[in-house]
């Protein structure tokens, strides 16, 4: 049986792409050394599928930064601001993901989102209304011949056009419909290149397809491929979905001529059942998405060769099957190899992105003998070992706790509007207090630092001795900036999520699984492999000695529990449910402790909120917020009302959500809002939210440093939406990978800001 990989990752089996893209934003190496280490990067990603046997392997799914921004590039969507900076192709490129301010402007980035259900973020193309959609495929036709002279034949990936449309934002009069035509001829042109290249197949990808869709939006996608299959020649498009099912618009899709139609059996909850009951027709491909590209266990060939058969039993066999990821692998680390200190008991149930190709070609081999042939075949024997062996992961005392968890467990009292008024009188803040969100800039000299104490270098006392010589001139630098309400800058961590994992009980940490979460921005997410618990205080000592260096407030950081649980590599054995709440009585614990230690001010973030958020509305409480909500809750109901507990989100789409996050009952909010152009305030003004809430006023994802004057205008447009007793002035986010100087002049320009508005 055939089999198919979606996307590969593209950063590298160390994250070479990372480092040569940095070393080029600092001016180090030539934009042709940027370029020679992506086409590198590329061979090997090539070739490790080719000679793992995988027959239809993607091109162009490689991006600089992000593969939407590379489609919309290619579709000529620029915005006017980063055509008229002059530069390069690539510059312009990297000066839309992240902001310029040089010598040829100052221009912010665009916006940032969560893409779908993932800890990636995709760039938010920006359509005005002068935009003219003219079609550049020089990108994905190099790199199709680029993989063609190594002797390998690829299938292009884009985005498609339905998709591309949907998370587009028409930024001034026009909309959809004025580009629409547009948009299909710039498809057709892409088809027609496709076939004057001798390209046997283009991917079309289309995860907007699993959303909840209205008859507007399938008359959309319907006049979308209506008028592009008619000229697809001999170029087969497959079309390919993710992260869900697409029951909405499935008897459309498997009508109309696609030489493919790739399905999400993983995550797509209706999908076999929609096989099932409307077929899949002969002459077609069917890209079953069985080998898991989200999640690092290992696949169980038992229970996937058992679907693929119920699949093929349900079309009366008539129905060819290539065996798919479910999404593409740039959501998993590259590769096991490097994990050296991983113990082999725990590595062989885990599965990376090298590895998924070894299940994809192993299950190609199987799916294709008699069943009862495939029994005795080594790879299925040594498959199974690992799914019958007893793992000791779980723990009976927190089993115990769970269960005698009460509803009043929840619910945090008095109520929110009177532990404000105590929390004012007791805090003494001034009007429009200002704040960061944690995190201060982690320089090499840290890192290193870090690193030496891990290897054993220093002693920790010595370790210890440098992380308080840190927080004690990062509390004095922010007394000198003017801030309100301090932090004490993190030092000590290396993740918001893997330090909070070295500290609990259930947690497995890898060496080198890095993730893309944008850019250059890799993660290293736990692997949850037990119960979890906490044994004893994580951040109490810090934040005690960073309160006794001020007679400022100090923050007590806290990563919450649908956070740590969704940035780690959950545990398929329980639900997620029941993995949120064991995290939630450990970080209550937490809570208590900084509180009985004199800390007054606790911030629990909840950046990734909203990432396991089922894609379709029906299911939004019932499978997530009826119980992720309360779980937050659980985490600061028994604090004292004086006590002011914060929270803050990352980059995503609330506005949908506001009620829900509002009954998460935290006293402040801080939350991104720069790159959005605050378009947030009004859903929260709408919703009659009561939580305190600080907008970022500038985005730290870019290194351009705001001024005074565009502060204030921002926190003027704020006070049209938000009542000045409620607002906060913060940044969006944590300051961790921005470089000293620019944190520095962006907090004083940020304080000067607040000084000014409190004027009016």
């Given at each position: 049986m055939q089999t198919s990989v979606i996307g590969f990752p593209r950063i590298g089996t160390l994250r070479e792409l990372k480092f040569a893209s940095e070393k080029y934003f600092r001016g180090e190496i030539s934009s042709q050394e940027l370029l020679d280490t992506a086409k590198n990067l590329r061979k090997i990603h090539w070739t490790t599928q080719k000679n793992e046997g995988i027959d239809f392997i993607p091109s162009n799914d490689f991006s600089f930064y992000d593969t939407l921004l590379d489609t919309v590039a290619a579709l000529g969507i620029v915005p006017r601001r980063y055509k008229e900076l002059n530069l390069s192709g690539l510059d312009t490129y990297f000066a839309m993901a992240r902001g310029y301010q040089g010598e040829s402007g100052d221009v912010k980035a665009l916006a940032m989102k969560k893409w779908f259900n993932t800890n990636y973020?995709?760039?938010?193309?920006?359509?005005?209304?002068?935009?003219?959609?003219?079609?550049?495929?020089?990108?994905?036709?190099?790199?199709?011949?680029?993989?063609?002279?190594?002797?390998?034949?690829?299938?292009?990936?884009?985005?498609?056009?339905?998709?591309?449309?949907?998370?587009?934002?028409?930024?001034e009069n026009k909309g959809i419909d004025d580009f629409l035509d547009d948009f299909i001829a710039a498809y057709k042109e892409l088809i027609a290149l496709c076939n004057d290249n001798n390209i046997s197949w283009l991917q079309l990808d289309e995860p907007a397809l699993v959303y909840d869709l209205s008859d507007a939006d399938k008359a959309l996608f319907n006049k979308i491929y209506d008028e592009l299959l008619k000229e697809r020649g001999n170029c087969n498009i497959l079309l390919q979905t993710y992260f869900g099912d697409v029951r909405d618009i499935y008897e459309d899709i498997i009508n109309k001529p696609f030489a493919g139609v790739g399905l999400d059996f993983n995550e797509g909850r209706k999908t076999f059942e929609l096989v099932e009951k409307y077929g899949f027709p002969a002459g077609k491909l069917l890209f079953a998405g069985v080998v898991n590209g989200k999640?690092?266990?290992?696949?169980?060939?038992?229970?996937t060769l058992d679907l693929i058969s119920s699949i093929k039993n349900a079309c009366d066999n008539n129905i060819n099957v290539v065996i798919s990821t479910s999404c593409s692998l740039l959501h998993v680390p590259y590769t096991l190899k490097h994990e050296d200190k991983l113990a082999d008991s725990y590595k062989i149930h885990f599965s990376f992105a090298e590895e998924k190709l070894t299940e994809l070609a192993e299950l190609g081999v199987l799916a294709d003998k008699k069943q009862d042939k495939v029994k005795s075949e080594n790879a299925y024997i040594d498959n199974q070992k690992v799914f019958e062996e007893e793992r000791n992961c779980h723990n009976a005392e927190v089993k115990e706790r769970l269960a005698n968890i009460k509803e009043e467990d929840y619910v945090r009292l008095p109520l929110r509007s009177e532990r404000q008024k105590l929390q004012k009188e007791k805090l003494g803040l001034p009007e429009f207090p200002t704040?960061?969100?944690?995190?201060?800039?982690?320089?090499?000299?840290?890192?290193?630092?870090?690193?030496?104490?891990?290897?054993?270098?220093i002693s920790e006392e010595e370790y210890t001795q440098y992380i308080k010589k840190q927080i004690a001139d990062c509390v004095k630098w922010q007394e000198e900036i003017g801030l309100d309400v301090l932090v004490h800058g993190e030092y000590e961590r290396n993740d918001m999520v893997e330090y909070f994992g070295e500290a609990l009980e259930g947690y497995l940490f890898t060496q080198k699984a890095w993730v893309q979460s944008y850019g250059t921005r890799c993660v290293k997410p736990p692997v949850i492999w037990g119960d979890v618990y906490r044994k004893k205080p994580m951040t109490v000592d810090w934040s005690v000695y960073a309160q006794s260096l001020t007679n400022k407030p100090m923050k007590g950081m806290l990563t919450g529990p649908v956070t740590i649980l969704n940035w780690s590599f959950p545990r398929e054995d329980i639900t997620i449910k029941e993995s949120i709440l064991q995290?939630?009585?450990?970080?209550?614990?937490?809570?208590?402790?900084?509180?009985?230690?004199?800390?007054?001010?606790?911030?629990?973030?909840?950046?990734?909120?909203?990432?396991?958020?089922?894609?379709?509305?029906?299911?939004?409480?019932?499978?997530?917020?009826?119980?992720?909500?309360?779980?937050?809750?659980l985490t600061h109901s028994g604090v004292k009302p004086e006590t002011q507990i914060h929270t803050h989100m990352c980059y995503s789409e609330f506005t949908d959500i506001i009620p829900a996050i509002d009954d998460m009952d935290a006293d402040v909010i801080t939350f991104e809002a720069s790159r959005s152009d605050l378009q947030i305030l009004d859903s929260l003004r709408e919703n009659h939210f009561e939580t305190e809430v600080g907008p970022g006023v500038y985005d730290i994802h870019s290194p351009r440093v705001p001024s005074v004057e565009e502060i204030v205008l921002a926190l003027k447009v704020m006070l049209t939406k938000i009542s000045r007793e409620k607002l906060w002035v913060n940044p969006d986010c944590g300051l961790k990978t921005r470089g000293v100087p620019e944190t520095d002049a962006s907090l004083r320009n940020m304080v000067e800001a607040a000084k000014e508005i409190r004027k009016n």
């Amino acid at each position: 049986m055939q089999t198919s990989v979606i996307g590969f990752p593209r950063i590298g089996t160390l994250r070479e792409l990372k480092f040569a893209s940095e070393k080029y934003f600092r001016g180090e190496i030539s934009s042709q050394e940027l370029l020679d280490t992506a086409k590198n990067l590329r061979k090997i990603h090539w070739t490790t599928q080719k000679n793992e046997g995988i027959d239809f392997i993607p091109s162009n799914d490689f991006s600089f930064y992000d593969t939407l921004l590379d489609t919309v590039a290619a579709l000529g969507i620029v915005p006017r601001r980063y055509k008229e900076l002059n530069l390069s192709g690539l510059d312009t490129y990297f000066a839309m993901a992240r902001g310029y301010q040089g010598e040829s402007g100052d221009v912010k980035a665009l916006a940032m989102k969560k893409w779908f259900n993932t800890n990636y973020h995709y760039i938010v193309p920006e359509v005005e209304d002068d935009t003219v959609i003219k079609l550049s495929a020089d990108k994905l036709l190099n790199e199709y011949k680029e993989a063609k002279e190594l002797g390998i034949t690829t299938k292009p990936v884009i985005a498609g056009p339905y998709t591309v449309l949907k998370l587009c934002r028409f930024t001034e009069n026009k909309g959809i419909d004025d580009f629409l035509d547009d948009f299909i001829a710039a498809y057709k042109e892409l088809i027609a290149l496709c076939n004057d290249n001798n390209i046997s197949w283009l991917q079309l990808d289309e995860p907007a397809l699993v959303y909840d869709l209205s008859d507007a939006d399938k008359a959309l996608f319907n006049k979308i491929y209506d008028e592009l299959l008619k000229e697809r020649g001999n170029c087969n498009i497959l079309l390919q979905t993710y992260f869900g099912d697409v029951r909405d618009i499935y008897e459309d899709i498997i009508n109309k001529p696609f030489a493919g139609v790739g399905l999400d059996f993983n995550e797509g909850r209706k999908t076999f059942e929609l096989v099932e009951k409307y077929g899949f027709p002969a002459g077609k491909l069917l890209f079953a998405g069985v080998v898991n590209g989200k999640n690092i266990w290992k696949n169980n060939y038992k229970k996937t060769l058992d679907l693929i058969s119920s699949i093929k039993n349900a079309c009366d066999n008539n129905i060819n099957v290539v065996i798919s990821t479910s999404c593409s692998l740039l959501h998993v680390p590259y590769t096991l190899k490097h994990e050296d200190k991983l113990a082999d008991s725990y590595k062989i149930h885990f599965s990376f992105a090298e590895e998924k190709l070894t299940e994809l070609a192993e299950l190609g081999v199987l799916a294709d003998k008699k069943q009862d042939k495939v029994k005795s075949e080594n790879a299925y024997i040594d498959n199974q070992k690992v799914f019958e062996e007893e793992r000791n992961c779980h723990n009976a005392e927190v089993k115990e706790r769970l269960a005698n968890i009460k509803e009043e467990d929840y619910v945090r009292l008095p109520l929110r509007s009177e532990r404000q008024k105590l929390q004012k009188e007791k805090l003494g803040l001034p009007e429009f207090p200002t704040t960061t969100i944690g995190s201060f800039p982690q320089t090499k000299e840290i890192k290193a630092e870090r690193a030496a104490y891990r290897k054993n270098e220093i002693s920790e006392e010595e370790y210890t001795q440098y992380i308080k010589k840190q927080i004690a001139d990062c509390v004095k630098w922010q007394e000198e900036i003017g801030l309100d309400v301090l932090v004490h800058g993190e030092y000590e961590r290396n993740d918001m999520v893997e330090y909070f994992g070295e500290a609990l009980e259930g947690y497995l940490f890898t060496q080198k699984a890095w993730v893309q979460s944008y850019g250059t921005r890799c993660v290293k997410p736990p692997v949850i492999w037990g119960d979890v618990y906490r044994k004893k205080p994580m951040t109490v000592d810090w934040s005690v000695y960073a309160q006794s260096l001020t007679n400022k407030p100090m923050k007590g950081m806290l990563t919450g529990p649908v956070t740590i649980l969704n940035w780690s590599f959950p545990r398929e054995d329980i639900t997620i449910k029941e993995s949120i709440l064991q995290i939630a009585l450990a970080i209550r614990d937490e809570v208590l402790d900084l509180e009985a230690a004199g800390i007054k001010v606790i911030q629990i973030d909840e950046a990734a909120l909203r990432e396991k958020l089922p894609l379709r509305k029906s299911d939004w409480y019932k499978e997530y917020l009826d119980f992720a909500i309360p779980a937050f809750r659980l985490t600061h109901s028994g604090v004292k009302p004086e006590t002011q507990i914060h929270t803050h989100m990352c980059y995503s789409e609330f506005t949908d959500i506001i009620p829900a996050i509002d009954d998460m009952d935290a006293d402040v909010i801080t939350f991104e809002a720069s790159r959005s152009d605050l378009q947030i305030l009004d859903s929260l003004r709408e919703n009659h939210f009561e939580t305190e809430v600080g907008p970022g006023v500038y985005d730290i994802h870019s290194p351009r440093v705001p001024s005074v004057e565009e502060i204030v205008l921002a926190l003027k447009v704020m006070l049209t939406k938000i009542s000045r007793e409620k607002l906060w002035v913060n940044p969006d986010c944590g300051l961790k990978t921005r470089g000293v100087p620019e944190t520095d002049a962006s907090l004083r320009n940020m304080v000067e800001a607040a000084k000014e508005i409190r004027k009016n």
